[in-house]
């Protein structure tokens, strides 16, 4: 009797244990944060109030239902009821700081204004010739060539100027029959016949015609008129005044019609070739003006106009060439020199527009910080336009008037991360139920209770004294 009565008292004792325990914890987890802190008033959220949980300073999908170091010793970071709703009503992720650790942070904020802006683009351009004013000559007949009177490379030579002399069996023969066409005339042409008159001169018309065709000077024609003799060698005049880039015969060559004899350029106007990015393309149009500067050439200015935007671009370099005319007939401007071009856009864009370090790009989104009220910043998805002399045009996301972080963006973020700041417009998930925050004030007591020994034991010590015997 005295063993049931000792085990009694033993199970009894066991219980009174583990309920003390039970209550003991359930008090302190009431009267006490997780970090010591008070629960009355006392938490480190607003009003004293505990957090839903503790979130790793290093890398937030961390989380924690207890306040706790990591592994580095830096204190875990309460996630408040106000932080996880975005503060009530504010969206999911707006951050408060104190207005005075606003300033020390260096945060600093600029309205969003609605403007009409134009643009500057500048960049590098390529003087060449000017494509309209090449000159490529050819011979008219088949030949040889006598005598180069221009055989150099870059001579400058006027319009008319003797450039090469060369014997064609054709223009010998074609001279002959103008001499004869020409006799024929000075004998009919007093006939009283008007139909005969009339033969005389066509036919001599005809043969004339055929040398200038052939590109005959007038001057061997005149003489040729003169003297009525034939000339074995015939001249080739430059077409047009310029420079000669090249020279496709020497003397003692056979030509042909293919024959490319000379090219000339004139530079009394040259192209500028500047290339221009994908984005800067819809600000610029025909007609705009642009300003080229040189380097060798300080103290000149040179003022053109856009002519023509090609309507294909680069596949090396991804830009988009527009051809710029500029006046030269100075002729300081060289083909081939580089020079910084300016571009004075005359395209106009009206729209909203922020400092371009307001918006900050993640991914595929791009979001800018509002603030919507002294020390309290709100993050917004937006939609960049245009953009311009340190400006980006809004299209979605902030109206006019608004205030938005245009330095210090990154600090306002808890995790000094973009990324981390994107994460933040999503309500936080409810932290996950683990071992180490099991609920215990559900616990029934029933399951506390300990197990009771079987009905053979308690017969088995109803037998049994202290001295081992029955």
């Not at 683009?121 to 390529?126: C, D, E, K, S």
């Not at 979605?396 to 963006?409: F, N």
């Not at 808890?414 to 616990?443: H, L, N, Q, W, Y």
Request: hydrophobic content about 40%; charged content about 25%.
């Amino acid at each position: 009797m005295k063993f049931k009565q000792t085990g009694l008292t033993l199970a009894v004792l066991l219980a009174g244990l583990a309920l003390g325990y039970v209550f003991s914890g359930m008090s302190s987890s009431k009267l006490s944060g997780s970090d010591g802190q008070e629960a009355s008033g006392d938490g480190p959220c607003a009003g004293g109030a505990q957090p839903l949980m503790w979130r790793n300073p290093m890398n937030p999908s961390v989380t924690s239902p207890t306040f706790q170091k990591d592994a580095m010793g830096m204190d875990y970071i309460p996630v408040c009821a106000e932080d996880a709703a975005g503060g009530g009503s504010a969206p999911a992720g707006t951050v408060t700081i104190d207005p005075t650790v606003t300033q020390n942070m260096g945060v600093r904020v600029t309205k969003a204004v609605q403007k009409t802006v134009s643009r500057e683009i500048t960049t590098v351009g390529r003087i060449t010739y000017d494509e309209t004013l090449l000159t490529t000559l050819h011979p008219k007949v088949d030949g040889w060539v006598d005598k180069l009177f221009v055989d150099k490379t870059g001579e400058v030579v006027k319009e008319d100027t003797m450039l090469l002399s060369f014997y064609s069996p054709q223009l010998v023969a074609t001279q002959e029959e103008y001499l004869l066409a020409l006799s024929n005339w000075e004998l009919l042409k007093e006939s009283p016949y008007a139909d005969v008159r009339e033969g005389a001169k066509r036919l001599l018309d005809s043969s004339l015609d055929r040398l200038r065709f052939f590109d005959v000077a007038e001057h061997q024609i005149r003489a040729l008129q003169k003297t009525h003799r034939v000339r074995k060698s015939m001249h080739i005049h430059a077409p047009a005044a310029g420079v000669v880039t090249k020279i496709g015969v020497r003397e003692g060559a056979h030509v042909t019609p293919a024959s490319e004899l000379y090219q000339i350029a004139d530079l009394s106007r040259v192209w500028v070739l500047a290339d221009l990015y994908e984005y800067e393309i819809p600000w610029v149009k025909t007609g705009d003006p642009a300003r080229l500067l040189i380097t060798s050439l300080p103290e000149h200015d040179f003022i053109g106009h856009i002519t023509y935007i090609y309507p294909y671009l680069d596949p090396k370099t991804r830009t988009n060439k527009v051809r710029i005319e500029f006046d030269n007939r100075a002729g300081l401007l060289k083909p081939d020199m580089f020079g910084d071009v300016t571009i004075v856009a005359g395209e106009k864009k009206s729209g909203v527009f922020v400092p371009r370090e307001s918006v900050l790009v993640t991914g595929k989104n791009a979001h800018v910080f509002v603030q919507t009220a002294p020390g309290r910043f709100e993050p917004r998805i937006v939609r960049t336009g245009a953009s311009t002399d340190g400006l980006v045009e809004i299209l979605t996301g902030v109206k006019a008037g608004e205030l938005v972080v245009s330095s210090g963006q990154f600090l306002i973020d808890s995790e000094s991360s973009i990324r981390e700041a994107a994460a933040k417009m999503v309500a936080p998930k409810p932290p996950a139920t683990g071992s180490e925050d099991m609920d215990m004030s559900g616990m029934d007591m029933k399951d506390m209770q300990m197990e009771e020994a079987p009905q053979d034991q308690h017969d088995s010590m109803d037998g049994m004294n202290m001295d081992g015997r029955k």
